[in-house]
């Protein structure tokens, strides 16, 4: 398809994908079929390689060693690295870290710009992105967030509870989110703080079990829970501007959305490429399966539907260079959430016994793409948003006309 992206997003994106046939999936098939992890080692490698090619970070400024593509420019190649399960890893455009770069890049003063988003995109450093907490404090609903920091002179004292806080057990740094003016609306009363992992008061408590994790590198990624007790930290920690902490979460977020949209667009597009040949191969009731008038048509919905995601994640893109696009994005999350997770259970069912066994990386794909159902936003808070919007400039003189038109409608029925 033909997705008229500019000719240098599609040139990067060809070399990625050169990247990823060359280089990491024939690692990829390697660990799978021998059970053997990838190596850091191996992973500080990719990224010499990639940094070789020029594909190394390439969401990030060139000042800071990334490619400086634009946001629209990069995503083809996030839906590429996509298709392999260290792809993301392999170039250094991997969640959370690819949204804590962005965010220390919009928000971050020089000075933090320096000490943190450099060493970060190097790989020098880890971060995570602490917001989730468990209940009774925010999660889909995000006001309800309970975490709090106070002012004691010159310091922030930090209590909370957080947990599903990505790469959290590696982290050497936390962006955490919290209330630091009690008194307002979190929307407007709440900020994001570093906090260092080796700060006294710091306690990961665990990695929170969960469906998915591939596990064929030796890094330990994952979803940890944190506690913050009375954990001290400078006010200079503070990464934007006091109390905008919803504010910048929603800027981190809808460019996350949608760099996670073409990931699993790719790792949709990757599965249906392995059914393929799967279906042009296996044999049953007399012919191959390719063959077979059903499978044929539920391959052509998934192709259709996968091509209708990849064409909303673009226009959301461009809308989003433009203003917030918070609908955009929702309907574009929301639908390539959905449209992703089918794909992959057809990829896996197409295959049969194949697909459940994890010699292919379809079982490894199907595991982890169900959590985009609920990450980054849920169905369900995504629906309420484009609901809302559907309803909010309705006119009450255009629903009494609409109403007195079906009316009428109804009585030439009845007439005739």
């Known amino acids: 398809m033909e997705y008229h992206d500019s000719e240098k997003a599609k040139e990067v994106a060809g070399r990625v994908e050169d990247f990823m046939e060359e280089v990491v999936l024939p690692r990829e098939r390697e660990a799978l079929a021998t059970g053997e992890q990838i190596t850091m080692d191996e992973i500080h490698d990719f990224w010499d390689q990639a940094k070789e090619r020029n594909l190394f970070a390439p969401q990030v400024p060139e000042e800071y060693g990334g490619q400086g593509l634009d946001f629209q420019d990069m995503l083809p190649s996030f839906e590429q690295v996509g298709r392999s399960l260290i792809g993301a890893l392999a170039i250094r455009a991997n969640a959370p870290q690819e949204g804590n770069m962005h965010t220390f890049e919009m928000v971050g003063t020089e000075e933090q710009k320096e000490e943190y988003l450099r060493p970060l995109v190097q790989g020098e450093i880890q971060t995570a992105f602490a917001m989730t907490e468990p209940k009774q404090g925010g999660g889909s609903d995000p006001k309800m967030l309970q975490s709090t920091a106070v002012k004691d002179g010159d310091e922030w004292v930090i209590n909370g509870h957080k947990w599903w806080t990505s790469d959290g057990l590696n982290a050497d740094y936390y962006l955490a989110m919290v209330r630091t003016d009690l008194d307002a609306h979190p929307y407007s009363g709440t900020s994001i703080i570093l906090v260092p992992s080796e700060a006294d008061g710091v306690e990961v408590v665990r990695n929170v079990p969960h469906l998915g994790g591939h596990g064929i590198t030796e890094r330990k990624g994952g979803h940890a829970e944190v506690k913050f007790d009375n954990v001290r930290v400078p006010v200079e920690n503070t990464l934007g ?33 392995v059914a ?117 400039d309705i006119d009450e003189a255009e629903v009494e006309n609409a109403l007195q038109f079906d009316e009428d409608l109804r009585i030439d029925a009845l007439d005739e």
């Open 241 to 273: 501007e006091e109390n905008e902490g919803f504010q910048i979460a929603q800027m981190r977020l809808g460019g996350g959305r949608l760099t996670h949209c073409m990931r699993y667009s790719g790792m949709a597009e990757r599965s249906l490429d």
């Open 276 to 392: 393929k040949a799967y279906l042009a191969e296996r044999e049953a009731f007399g012919t191959t399966l390719e063959e077979k008038q059903a499978l044929r048509h539920r391959i052509a919905d998934a192709e259709t539907r996968l091509h209708a995601a990849r064409c909303m994640v673009r226009h959301a893109a461009r809308e989003l260079d433009r203003n917030d696009a918070r609908i955009e994005v929702a309907m574009a999350k929301m639908f390539t959430a959905n449209v992703t997770n089918e794909t992959i259970d057809l990829a896996l069912q197409c295959c049969g016994g194949n697909g459940i066994g994890k010699d292919l990386p379809i079982a490894h794909f199907y595991e982890n793409v169900r959590a985009f159902r609920i990450v980054d936003g849920a169905d369900e808070v995504h629906r309420r948003s484009i609901a809302r919007w559907a309803f909010e």
